[in-house]
């Protein structure tokens, strides 16, 4: 059984280009949380997708943008980077509400 | 908007217990779940509490008191591999979808 899959592992960017992220959930589940996560900081919410809906948002601008697809995986859109992105970004699945949230490896993104 | 507070680091002796502490401000709280996380890794799923008490899964408990906005997870037996960072997350629904908020999370050491 799978877990929560993420991909690339890791990313260079430049400020200004754009980026795409992708996350597989755990089989079964059809909720997708996306986080980002500073060095030493806890994670922080962007938003969730259930039901290929954003359901739920963080306090994060526009240019943070996603997508889940009808076999449940998501991808998050970042547009314009900005060198305050550069982050851990953690995809987390779990199935409707349930209160137990798995989390993928995460995707690091460096933007010079 | 949620807020919450745990220490920043804990240091504690092999074999011993250590208690890592969590308050919060929340509306629509509808509980408060611990995740660990080493370094690198992904956080992973520890405990949850929507109700006042403490709950056990092994070596770990978990505390709630909802009219304190206060919790602890409680760590007994203390292993080297449990050298980790800790955050706590509180689950809030609202209109029928839930949204976790972590913590900035307690950095413990064990030392031999």
């Known amino acids: 059984d799978a877990g929560v899959t993420q991909s690339p592992t890791h990313l260079i960017k430049t400020r200004g280009q754009q980026v795409t992220l992708r996350c597989s959930p755990k089989?079964?589940?059809?909720?997708v949380s996306w986080y980002q996560q500073a060095l030493g900081q806890g994670p922080q919410f962007i938003f969730q997708?259930?039901?290929?809906?954003?359901?739920q948002r963080g306090n994060f601008p526009d240019r943070f943008s996603g997508h889940q697809f009808p076999n449940y995986s998501s991808e998050l859109n970042v547009n314009a980077l900005l060198l305050g992105d550069s982050a851990l970004y953690l995809c987390?699945?779990?199935?409707?509400?349930?209160?137990?949230?798995?989390f993928g490896s995460g995707t690091q993104l460096s933007v010079l | 908007g949620q807020s919450l507070e745990q220490p920043s680091e804990v240091t504690a002796v092999e074999g011993a217990i250590v208690q890592i502490n969590c308050t919060y401000q929340?509306?629509?709280?509808?509980?408060l779940s611990w995740y660990q996380q080493h370094d690198g890794g992904a956080p992973t799923f520890l405990s949850y509490?929507?109700?006042?008490g403490l709950e056990e899964t092994g070596r770990f408990s978990s505390f709630l008191s909802r009219s304190d906005s206060y919790g602890y997870l409680l760590l007994q037996e203390l292993q080297m591999k449990d050298s980790a960072s800790y955050f706590c997350?509180?689950?809030?629904?609202?209109?029928?979808?839930?949204?976790?908020?972590f913590g900035t999370g307690t950095k413990l050491q064990v030392i031999p």
């Open positions: 089989s079964g589940h059809d909720t």
């Open positions: 997350a509180v689950r809030v629904v609202s209109g029928g979808y839930q949204k976790v908020t």
């Open positions: 997708y259930y039901e290929e809906e954003e359901r």
């Open positions: 929340t509306s629509g709280f509808y509980g």
């Open positions: 509490n929507a109700l006042d």
């Open positions: 987390a699945s779990s199935l409707g509400t349930s209160e137990k949230l798995f």
